[in-house]
Structures are given as structure tokens and as C-alpha cells.
């Protein structure tokens, strides 16, 4: 039972690393690194808070769950309690993050920066789902029902390349789209 768990949260690991890399990888290939520089600037500043907020939060949501992922109710419930207090607290990051983005990055990293400014906006449209991601990730592991998990991050990377793919022609603001929608 412990090896089959362990290598379905292994691969689903490997999946997740491959999905945060893939855009990357197509974006230095087809668009070059100029290219790669403004988009990774803009999809590294919309993950700071996913990372912060998942950080914190499955660190103590993991052992949580674990503990009451028999009672299902009990369960169903913190769940729900935890998407509320996220939703809380990251729609109005990504929210403010979208409006004041122009100044945001202007101030932050100076007037070069600002072609990445469309694709972190458009990005930030992602955060808040990628936040729930993290959260649906913990519960998934504590309950021991890593199987569909990894089908589906596997299904998700098969559309993100594709997706990256297809956005690249029309640049970064494109392979952002493209991110935002698969995720």
C-alpha cells in the first residue's frame, strides 16, 4: 500500500515539476530568451503568493485532513472552510496584483520590465485557481487517492503544451493566455 502511494505522489510530483517547466522550455525554444525573460518574470511574480499561501496552508492542512479524511462530512466541511477563508484572502491579491500590476512592476524592477506586464496581468487571472489546486492537492494526498490525480495533472500537462504550443505565435501575452486557461 505505502509503495503504491509512494510512487502515485512521486509521479504526480514529477508531473507537477514538468507542468511548471514546460511553458518555460517552449518559450526559450520559440520565442527566445528576451522572450523567456519577460515571461518568466511576469509567471515568477504571479506564483510568489501561490508558493506563500500553499506553503503555510499545506503545512498544516495536510496533517489536518490526514487525521479526519475517514469522516467524510468532517472533511467535506474543512474543506469548504478552507476554499472560503482562500478565496478570502486571494481574490483581492490577484485582484490588486491585476490592477496596480503597471506601477507594480515599474517600481519593483524599473521601466525595462514593463513588456511583461500584459502576461503577469493575464497570469494573475490563474492564481486564485492555482491556490485551490494546491489545496485540492493536500486534501487528495491525506485521503490516499493519488491515482486520478495523477491522470488528470497528466491530461492538464498534455493540454498545457498544447495550449503553449498554439499561444507562442502570438508571444508571451499568447503562451500567458494559453497558461491561464489550462490552469
Known amino acids: 500500500d505505502l509503495f503504491g502511494f509512494g510512487m502515485g505522489v512521486s509521479l504526480k510530483s514529477t508531473l507537477i515539476y514538468l507542468f511548471e517547466k514546460a511553458d518555460n522550455w517552449i518559450v526559450g525554444k520559440n520565442l527566445g530568451p528576451a522572450a523567456l525573460g519577460f ?16 506553503a503555510r496552508m499545506n503545512s498544516v492542512l495536510f496533517p489536518a485532513f490526514a487525521r479526519i479524511h475517514k469522516e467524510r462530512g468532517r472533511l467535506r466541511a474543512a474543506f469548504q472552510k478552507t476554499l472560503l477563508a482562500l478565496s478570502l484572502v486571494s481574490y483581492p491579491v490577484f485582484a490588486s ?9 515599474r517600481v519593483l524592477f524599473g521601466p525595462q520590465w514593463i513588456p511583461s506586464v ?11 485557481p492555482r491556490v485551490v489546486t494546491q489545496v485540492t492537492s493536500a486534501i487528495i494526498n491525506a485521503s490516499g487517492t493519488v491515482a486520478p490525480e495523477v491522470t488528470r495533472r497528466g491530461i492538464v500537462l498534455v493540454l498545457l503544451v498544447a495550449g503553449v504550443l498554439l499561444g507562442s505565435h502570438w508571444g508571451i501575452v499568447g503562451v500567458a493566455t494559453a497558461v491561464a486557461i489550462v490552469n
Open 39 to 54: 515571461y518568466e518574470r511576469a509567471y515568477n511574480l504571479m506564483n510568489m503568493p501561490v508558493r506563500e499561501l500553499s
Open 97 to 105: 496584483l491585476i490592477v496596480l500590476a503597471p506601477e507594480f512592476i
Open 118 to 128: 500584459v502576461p503577469f496581468q493575464i497570469l494573475c487571472v490563474a492564481g486564485v
